[in-house]
């Protein structure tokens, strides 16, 4: 063999070897995956059996040893904060005794709030200007689609922005707290979910005008002068695309220029519970820069099963930076005891990094067993 060919050969060979060792090692990285390295957090609404706080103590631990990692207590239901507040009307500060108890068991705690939704009576009476507004001229400050308590504020008004950020810096300062989870961060359901519609007594095969925002005047001035156009005055509102997309890129800006730089700026991690049909919440959450995302992969409301919980992890997974956490939400009531261990087994498979569950208080004794017996700690 010619030297030029010998080396040209031996070069081959060698790149062949080396893409071979390759493969191997991330071949062995993938099966280093386990399911007992997955994080897993648990949304906490209701306090009633946190008398004292050795009973906060108690609980804390029983589901540390269950294979929680994570506490998402409700500290801000769009009425009420359950922290000191000196902006938000005042609660019992569940958040600071959790907080205290949390660290003495080792778990991490992330405040949870309605973000978008503002039932504080003070605020719908003196800001009525504040809140999103449908295609017939509606506010939600008066009348709310679905459910009374669909009282979201508009992302474009400069004094929601105000108050969001002010919100956000005192909840964020306070101490211990490991990072802060947003919910409702989004605009009302243009279409809610197939399985929901028969709840509302409602058919949505389209968008109509009684669930679309927002058409505030700040909204329609904004659009006007970026296109040249008043969004009142499409006929189809939900095929032109500019208009569309402003919607999407309202939220995104509120979350990426105000939200996410108050909660950065108190070193805390910053996540949020993110929509499956994300087009019908104006949610683009894959633009958001957060430290991890929960879609909230709610089967039943969507009448789909295992494999469209799979399918959404692997969506998340190739969409979002790999920088960023992926964690399934379950909705727990939707599961028996060994239907939750399987959605457990299947989120992992689909690259999970861990799953929610909502809530604690849906979580029975038999779904504690066979949650731990999913991870393989007991």
């Given at each position: ?19 071979g ?20 957090w ?14 906060i103590?108690?609980?804390?631990s ?12 409700q ?14 009307p005042?609660?019992?500060p569940?958040l600071?005794?959790i ?5 003495r068991?080792g ?11 503002c039932?504080m ?11 999103v507004?449908?295609r017939?001229?509606?506010s939600?400050?008066d009348?709310?689609a679905?459910?009374n308590h669909y009282?979201?504020?508009?992302p474009?008004?400069p004094?929601?922005?105000d ?17 802060v ?10 279409i809610?979910a197939?399985?929901?519609q ?15 925002y927002?058409y505030c005047?700040?909204?329609r001035d ?10 009142l005055t ?14 999407y890129?309202?939220?995104t800006?509120?979350?990426n ?13 910053v ?5 499956p049909n ?7 959450w894959?633009?958001?820069n ?11 409301y ?35 005891e ?7 087994q ?27 017996a999913?991870?393989?700690i007991?």
């Amino acid at each position: 063999m010619k030297r030029r060919n010998f080396l040209k050969f031996l070069t081959l060979s060698t790149a062949a070897l080396l893409s071979g060792q390759l493969t191997n090692i991330n071949c062995m990285k993938q099966q280093v995956r386990r399911i007992t390295d997955m994080k897993n957090w648990i949304w906490l609404y209701s306090y009633e059996k946190f008398d004292t706080d050795e009973s906060i103590f108690n609980y804390l631990s029983e589901i540390k040893s269950f294979g929680i990692h994570a506490l998402l207590p409700q500290v801000y239901n769009s009425k009420v904060a359950h922290y000191q507040s000196s902006r938000l009307p005042n609660a019992e500060p569940m958040l600071e005794r959790i907080i205290a108890q949390a660290k003495r068991v080792g778990l991490e705690v992330h405040a949870w709030i309605w973000t978008m939704p503002c039932n504080m009576e003070d605020i719908v009476q003196q800001h009525p200007e504040w809140y999103v507004v449908n295609r017939l001229d509606e506010s939600a400050a008066d009348k709310p689609a679905y459910v009374n308590h669909y009282k979201f504020l508009c992302p474009n008004q400069p004094g929601v922005r105000d108050f969001l950020r002010g919100n956000l810096e005192e909840l964020a300062a306070i101490e211990g707290l490991d990072g802060v989870h947003f919910d409702y961060i989004r605009f009302p359901d243009v279409i809610l979910a197939v399985n929901l519609q028969p709840k509302y007594g409602i058919v949505q095969d389209k968008e109509y005008p009684q669930y679309d925002y927002c058409y505030c005047d700040v909204c329609r001035d904004s659009f006007r002068r970026q296109a040249g156009i008043d969004p009142l005055t499409l006929k189809v509102p939900a095929t032109h695309e500019a208009w569309v997309r402003f919607r999407y890129d309202s939220i995104t800006s509120l979350v990426n220029d105000v939200l996410i730089p108050v909660v950065r700026s108190k070193q805390r991690h910053v996540f949020a519970a993110v929509f499956p049909n994300w087009q019908h919440v104006r949610q683009e959450w894959w633009k958001w820069n957060l430290d991890s995302v929960m879609p909230m992969l709610y089967h039943r409301y969507y009448d789909a099963g295992y494999d469209w919980i799979q399918s959404n992890i692997r969506y998340a997974v190739k969409t979002l930076p790999s920088s960023a956490s992926i964690y399934s939400g379950l909705e727990v009531k939707a599961f028996d005891e060994h239907e939750l261990g399987v959605a457990v087994q299947k989120s992992f498979e689909a690259g999970a990094d861990g799953v929610s569950l909502f809530s604690a208080r849906g979580m029975t004794d038999e779904h504690w067993r066979a949650f731990a017996a999913t991870l393989k700690i007991r």
